[in-house]
Every structure is written in structure tokens, then in C-alpha cells.
């Protein structure tokens, strides 16, 4: 459920900033140049940093965690195997 909600908001804060940088741009919305800055700018800010944070996170911490994650479950997959065959008394030669 969580996985849609933030799929939906992820779609909706895209939208808005496709909308505001035809409009206006992100950056002087943030910085509160233009028309009515007060109400506007901290949206901005929101979708700047959170575009940001997500690009940051699905292009170098979830790559990494998946990688590690993988190489975790290989070697427990081989220490498994290992004991399996250590108790049922099979000897590998070579």
C-alpha cells in the first residue's frame, strides 16, 4: 500500500513540476522571484529536494544495497550448502 501511495505522489510532484517549469521554473518559484513567491516557494523547494533525493537514491544507494544484499545471500546460500553436505557426510574431491 505505502509502494502506491508513493508511486502516486512520485506522479503527482512530477506533474506539478512539468507544470511549473512551462510556467514559471523551479528554481525562481524556490527563490521566491515572480508572482505570489510566499505560497509557492516552499512546494518548490519540496520538489527540488525531493527530486533531488530520489534521483540520488535510485541511482547510487539502491544499486549498491541491492548488490550487497545479493552478495549476501550467495554466500549464505554457500555456507548452507556446506553444512548440508558436511551433515549428510558427502565429500567433494577437488
Given at each position: 500500500m505505502l509502494i502506491g501511495i508513493v508511486t502516486k505522489n512520485s506522479i503527482l510532484l512530477v506533474e506539478y513540476a512539468v507544470?511549473?517549469?512551462r510556467k514559471h521554473g523551479m528554481a525562481p518559484i524556490?527563490?521566491?522571484i515572480g508572482a505570489e513567491p510566499s505560497s509557492r516557494s516552499p512546494m518548490a523547494i519540496a520538489v527540488i529536494g525531493?527530486?533531488?533525493t530520489s534521483t540520488g537514491l535510485s541511482r547510487l544507494v539502491i544499486p549498491v544495497v541491492?548488490?550487497?544484499?545479493?552478495?549476501?545471500l550467495?554466500?549464505?546460500k554457500?555456507?548452507?550448502g556446506r553444512l548440508h553436505r558436511a551433515n549428510h557426510g558427502v565429500v567433494l574431491v577437488g
Open positions: 507544470m511549473a517549469r524556490a527563490l521566491g525531493g527530486l533531488l541491492f548488490t550487497h544484499v545479493d552478495d549476501l550467495l554466500l549464505l554457500r555456507i548452507a
